[in-house]
């Protein structure tokens, strides 16, 4: 869903800057359309700003209206056209300057009509240097902006050396240094031809900006510093031609230290982009992750407290026809009598014995699905109060023998599940020991300031080793169910309360030296449900 809503948003964004690079584009093809009708019509306020100063040259206004159409039709995915466009002014640019290394005359400069302004002009018609230098810039910059993505860096800096020619001839214009907008005696930059090139350098600039998949593209620092240096080189080198060498070096060094800084900082500032950019990454996947993690406890809880139900109801309505058949089995007993040969009273007799056996299974099934569950909460335990407490309530014979120490350490867990752990285990080792007379030890130690280790041993025929691991899984019995009455759940019920509360069961059982049951339990059981204020008694 969020890369649905991030590709939506991008989407809307790419449609907003289209329709702004629509604009400016615009504007640079209309200008150039109006000065070409301006040639035409005789206008000389559009030529010229003023009197004084150099005109937009014929070449110059046709370029920017092919410019113009050029980065119009890219915008909204024209590229071959474009391409095309932008080879045509390209070339323009390309033999004006041609014209100038060479000293001769391709007859492009009056081709279209003969030039009737010459203020600063040492060819008529002819375009400036620095002006063809930007055509063939910009043309080179199209080109790349109508490839492959991994071609915006050279849109950008040739974008960017636009922008310093450009800018050092508005310099240039405002400070009265003739030799920034104009190069020797050769014909000057126009001030609105550089005010026309630095809005078409941005815009190219920002096109590749806007084809990057970063925030901040990685060549930005490199791009800073070129635009920075050239911008710094263009002015020194219109300054130094008037004033002494030291004020000259003076400005370059200057313009230089102002650069070097400017790039450091520009790359500061990408790597602390960068760097906010992949922590919002971060935190944007974390959060989607506990997200998905809520959801899925949510499910969780769900078809835990389903599962729980549905043990809940099939306990109850499978006892129900139990009951009516021990019922009824009863009654036969009762009407029939000893008139039943001895055959028939034990199958009556085993099928009210399978009857309790399932009822108990059933209970054990409602145990397991709510053990660790509805537990209450954790409160302090002293452990030998609680043993003493589970020996008055179950059944022990008068043979056995069950040992302890009253003085325990006290622990801290959910009283109810911890009951059941030990009663279960006291109630298995006196089931299954194989005499009258066994024996049962129960200690718990503190083994480290955190842990307390509880140890249920017997004396009876012990476990083999082969049976460790089946004896904790439910419905498992290591002896007949016709010689030893039980479900199998005993042990798992115990394992999994054990787990609940953040300890462990562990079986040791030698053969023929009984069974001994470890478990290890922390000391302080940290719920979030815990209430405060529960008391504890010390022994």
Not at 37 to 65: C, K, R
């Amino acid at each position: 869903m969020k890369t649905i809503q991030n590709k939506t948003m991008v989407g809307v964004q790419q449609r907003q800057w289209k329709h702004l690079f629509a604009l400016i584009s615009g504007f640079v093809a209309v200008l150039g359309m109006l000065v070409i009708t301006s040639w035409h019509l005789g206008w000389t306020t559009v030529l010229q700003i003023n009197p004084s100063l150099v005109p937009m040259q014929y070449n110059t206004a046709l370029g920017f209206l092919l410019a113009g159409v050029a980065t119009l039709l890219l915008a909204y995915g024209k590229k071959s056209w474009a391409v095309g466009l932008s080879y045509a002014f390209g070339l323009i640019g390309f033999l004006t300057l041609l014209e100038y290394v060479l000293g001769v005359s391709f007859g492009i400069d009056q081709f279209f009509m003969e030039h009737y302004i010459t203020v600063e002009t040492s060819h008529p018609g002819r375009m400036a240097p620095n002006t063809a230098l930007c055509f063939v810039l910009t043309a080179i910059s199209l080109v790349a902006a109508a490839s492959m993505r991994q071609h915006s860096a050279t849109t950008a800096v040739t974008s960017c050396v636009i922008f310093s020619l450009a800018l050092a001839a508005i310099v240039g214009y405002a400070g009265g240094i003739s030799e920034a907008y104009g190069w020797g005696h050769l014909t000057s930059m126009a001030i609105h031809t550089s005010g026309a090139f630095i809005v078409l350098s941005i815009t190219l600039f920002t096109w590749s900006w806007t084809r990057q998949r970063q925030s901040i593209p990685p060549w930005l620092s490199s791009v800073g510093g070129i635009m920075g240096v050239a911008t710094t080189l263009l002015i020194w080198q219109a300054i130094a031609s008037s004033v002494s060498s030291v004020t000259s070096t003076t400005i370059l060094l200057t313009g230089i230290s102002a650069t070097a800084l400017l790039a450091v900082l520009i790359e500061a500032l990408c790597r602390l982009r960068a760097a906010n950019v992949h922590i919002e990454l971060e935190i944007a996947e974390r959060q989607e992750i506990e997200d998905m993690l809520q959801r899925q406890a949510e499910k969780l809880t769900r078809a835990n407290e389903d599962l729980e139900q549905f043990a809940y109801i099939a306990s109850h309505d499978l006892k129900s026809p139990l009951r009516a058949i021990d019922n009824l089995a009863s009654w036969i007993a009762q009407d029939v009598g000893e008139s039943l040969p001895p055959k028939s009273q034990e199958h009556l007799t085993l099928m009210r014995s399978r009857v309790g056996r399932m009822e108990a299974l059933l209970g054990d099934l409602l145990d397991y699905a709510r053990a660790g569950r509805d537990a209450g909460v954790a409160q302090a335990i002293d452990f030998g109060e609680l043993v003493q407490d589970i020996l008055e309530t179950i059944n022990v014979p008068a043979e056995f023998q069950v040992d302890f120490n009253p003085v325990m350490p006290t622990l801290r867990a959910r009283k109810s599940a911890l009951r059941q752990v030990m009663m279960n285990l006291i109630s298995n080792a006196i089931k299954h020991h194989d005499r009258p007379d066994g024996r049962v030890t129960i200690t718990a130690t503190e083994v480290s300031p955190n842990d307390i280790e509880i140890i249920v041993r017997d004396d009876g025929p012990g476990i083999s080793a082969e049976f460790h691991e089946r004896a904790f899984k439910p419905f498992q019995t290591l002896q007949s169910r016709d010689e030893i009455e039980g479900t199998g759940m005993g042990l798992a019920i115990v394992k999994r309360l054990i787990q609940n509360e953040g300890g462990s069961i562990q079986l040791i059982s030698p053969a023929g030296q009984g069974a001994q049951f470890r478990i290890r339990m922390p000391k302080e059981m940290p719920l979030p449900e815990e209430l405060p204020g529960v008391g504890s008694k010390q022994v």
